[in-house]
């Protein structure tokens, strides 16, 4: 099944992967190893807003907007990432809420990079996590009601969308070869939401 973590396999996550380990001065393998654990955690946080019908609304309203259309993955392929820090600073403040630190600082342990440099990367991670779920949502034509299965999906759940998410990974890329197994590789396929639920608890 498609997941977040299946984008890091196409051509275009490859070149985010690429561009951002410019970005923070960091090894191509490094920066992957972050997005590994951030792209959950980003997920995770954003699942769990949508659980209330002030935050889904929050969050179908954001995700309307053009500039979550989608293009931001087109523009991975030749644009300058540092302009994404600013977005993406706003958006991981309202997911992550008080809790950013610390999963910056838990991050930043289990890969060894310093967390100046994790903070920048799950900034400019943000705003692309917005483009494919905004995507996805015009493609499957989602409303408010719907968000919980999209993001779900996007997580790597069995839903409907999982088809449609696969192809919304492959419409920017010429290479269709989208690999599955990150997931077990980076968590040895132990249950993910249980190791990461206690960061947005409380």
């Given at each position: 099944?498609?997941?977040?973590?299946?984008?890091?396999?196409?051509d275009t996550?490859?070149?985010?992967?690429q561009r951002?380990?410019?970005?923070?001065?960091?090894?191509?393998?490094?920066v992957?190893?972050v997005?590994g654990?951030?792209?959950p955690?980003?997920?995770?946080?954003?699942?769990?807003?949508?659980?209330?019908?002030?935050?889904?609304?929050?969050?179908?309203?954001?995700?309307?907007k053009?500039?979550?259309?989608?293009s931001?993955?087109?523009?991975l392929?030749?644009?300058?990432l540092?302009?994404?820090?600013?977005e993406?600073?706003?958006?991981?403040?309202?997911?992550?809420?008080g809790?950013?630190?610390k999963i910056?600082?838990?991050v930043?342990?289990?890969?060894?990079?310093d967390?100046?440099?994790?903070?920048?990367?799950?900034?400019?991670?943000?705003?692309v996590?917005?483009?494919?779920?905004?995507?996805?949502k015009?493609?499957?034509?989602?409303?408010?009601?719907?968000?919980?299965?999209?993001?779900g999906s996007v997580?790597?759940?069995?839903?409907?969308?999982?088809?449609?998410l696969?192809?919304?990974?492959m419409d920017?890329?010429?290479?269709?070869?989208?690999?599955?197994?990150?997931t077990?590789?980076?968590?040895?396929?132990k249950s993910?939401?249980?190791?990461l639920?206690g960061?947005?608890?409380g």
């Amino acid at each position: 099944m498609a997941s977040i973590l299946d984008f890091l396999d196409t051509d275009t996550g490859k070149q985010f992967v690429q561009r951002s380990s410019k970005e923070v001065d960091e090894s191509p393998d490094k920066v992957r190893s972050v997005l590994g654990m951030a792209l959950p955690m980003l997920m995770g946080a954003i699942k769990k807003n949508t659980t209330s019908s002030e935050g889904a609304e929050k969050l179908n309203s954001e995700l309307d907007k053009e500039k979550h259309n989608g293009s931001i993955l087109d523009s991975l392929k030749n644009g300058d990432l540092s302009g994404m820090l600013s977005e993406g600073s706003g958006i991981i403040g309202h997911i992550f809420g008080g809790k950013q630190d610390k999963i910056v600082d838990a991050v930043s342990s289990a890969t060894q990079m310093d967390s100046s440099k994790v903070t920048k990367i799950i900034k400019m991670a943000a705003p692309v996590i917005m483009g494919i779920l905004g995507k996805q949502k015009r493609k499957d034509d989602v409303g408010k009601g719907g968000l919980s299965s999209l993001v779900g999906s996007v997580m790597g759940t069995n839903s409907s969308h999982d088809q449609s998410l696969l192809e919304t990974f492959m419409d920017a890329d010429d290479d269709s070869n989208i690999a599955g197994q990150l997931t077990g590789k980076l968590f040895g396929g132990k249950s993910d939401s249980k190791g990461l639920g206690g960061f947005f608890k409380g």
